[in-house]
Every structure is written in C-alpha cells, then in structure tokens.
C-alpha cells in the first residue's frame, strides 16, 4: 500500500506565505513524478506545479516566480513553498505522485486527501 499524506493548509491574509508538504510512504521502489494540484469551488482541478519524470519542473502560469515545489528524495517528501498568496489561490490542494509499487514494479498515479489553502483578502 502507497499513501500521500498532506499537511501545511490554513488561512492566511493576502500577501502572506505557506508551505505545504507531501509525505508519501508504504510499498516504495521509487517516486518518478511528484506534484500539486488545487481545485477551487466550482472549478476544475489544475495542475500547479510538478516534478515530470524526467526531472524537469514545470508551474501553472499564474504561480510563476510565487510558488516554489522541492523535494526531499530521502524522506520521500515534496513541498510547495507558496509565497505572495492571493485570493484566487484559495483552493483545496492535492499532492500527486507517480509511485513503482516495490512488490508489483507497476507505476501508478496516487493522490493525496487534499488540504484547504484559504487566502482572505
């Protein structure tokens, strides 16, 4: 069994700063790809930022020079350094993760349960 577990939401005034971090554990050969994603009320969920598998790191438009996504290999843990948050940031985050299971040497896509980032303006 694989799970991502998120923490790291809150609310926070316009301006201010998060971190969110993404601790995946279980049946790990190795994380290929990590990212975040958020969904907003009544929008459509939307990659923010991620790791490919192949190392390169892309960003939604809109968080560009805002929000930073790092990893740590050895604890198996992402993060999202969020920074200069707005109100249009507030959204549930999601972590995301394509993981090779170490007994079935499959890759698949996990995800974590979602932690809220409410900005107030």
């Known amino acids: 069994q694989v799970q991502l577990v998120e923490s790291g939401g809150g609310l926070v005034q316009a301006g201010g700063s998060l971190r969110l971090s993404c601790a995946a554990s279980g049946s790990i050969f190795r994380i290929n790809g990590m990212g975040w994603c958020r969904q907003a009320p009544g929008k459509q969920r939307e990659l923010v930022a991620r790791f490919t598998s192949g190392g390169s790191i892309i960003y939604e438009d809109s968080v560009k020079g805002r929000f930073t996504i790092s990893r740590d290999n050895a604890k198996n843990t992402g993060y999202l350094q969020m920074n200069s948050l707005k109100p249009e940031d507030t959204a549930v985050y999601y972590c995301?993760?394509?993981?090779?299971?170490?007994?079935?040497?499959?890759?698949?896509?996990?995800w974590g349960q979602g932690t809220q980032v409410t900005v107030s303006s």
């Open positions: 995301n993760a394509d993981i090779t299971h170490s007994a079935y040497r499959v890759p698949a896509e996990y």
